[in-house]
């Protein structure tokens, strides 16, 4: 039953891979191709479906124990396919 149904993570203190992490934030939130909306232009679409697969929100990561990855707050910009940090720390 649904009810009844809990998910429970434990998160180890080993950082992840750099790779590991491109995979989750492009396989969630990266660009797959585009569609031709007509008046509305050129539009991307990416792997979770929402809103006709568009590109509706924005991705924000919170990340402190990725390899080769300074602590801090990043933007993915989708169309540029960049992480870019916002502040550090």
């Known amino acids: ?3 009844s149904r809990r998910t429970a993570r434990e998160f180890g203190r080993r ?3 750099l790779a590991d992490f491109s995979a989750v934030v492009g396989g969630t939130f990266g660009r ?3 569609h031709d909306a007509g008046p509305f232009g050129i539009l991307m679409t990416k792997t979770s479906p929402s809103a006709g697969s568009l590109h509706p929100i924005e991705c924000y990561v919170l990340a402190w124990n990725v390899e080769r990855l300074a602590p801090g707050l990043y933007h993915y910009d989708v169309g540029a ?3 870019r ?4 720390g």
């Open 1 to 3: 039953m649904l009810v």
């Open 15 to 17: 950082p992840i891979s």
């Open 32 to 34: 797959t191709g585009s």
């Open 81 to 83: 396919g960049d992480l």
């Open 85 to 88: 940090r916002l502040r550090s």
